[in-house]
């Protein structure tokens, strides 16, 4: 069974950076896609950043050169550095590995609290 567990989330002051890490069980993280969406309160969830299983980024315009998703295919572990946070970067970020067939799998989620 595929489990994905989020860390790195806390409470940081505005323009200070965070990373968070999404560590993948199984055999499938190597050969697939992943990302990371985020959910504030009262808003609808967002897609932050995507990494193909080839390395190719995008990114929501929000987040644009400020934050870089990245992937370590050896240790199974994606990562999203977010740097020059901003109180609107406040959310629970979520991981998630895309599967050829039927719906991703996801995290628990990490919350983020950008303030001063």
């Known amino acids: 069974q595929v489990q994905l567990v989020e860390s790195g989330g806390g409470l940081v002051q505005p323009g200070g950076s965070l990373r968070l890490s999404c560590a993948v069980s199984?055999?499938?993280?190597?050969?697939?896609?992943m990302g990371w969406f985020r959910q504030a309160p009262g808003q609808e969830r967002e897609l932050v950043a995507h990494?193909?299983?080839?390395?190719?980024?995008n990114y929501a315009d929000s987040v644009k050169g400020r934050c870089t998703i990245s992937r370590d295919n050896a240790k199974n572990t994606g990562y999203l550095q977010m740097n020059s946070l901003k109180p609107e970067d406040t959310a629970v970020y979520y991981c998630y590995v895309e599967r050829s067939y039927g719906p991703n799998y996801w995290g628990q989620g990490t919350q983020v609290i950008v303030s001063s």
């Open positions: 990494i193909s299983s080839g390395g190719s980024t």
């Open positions: 199984g055999s499938i993280f190597g050969r697939s896609a």
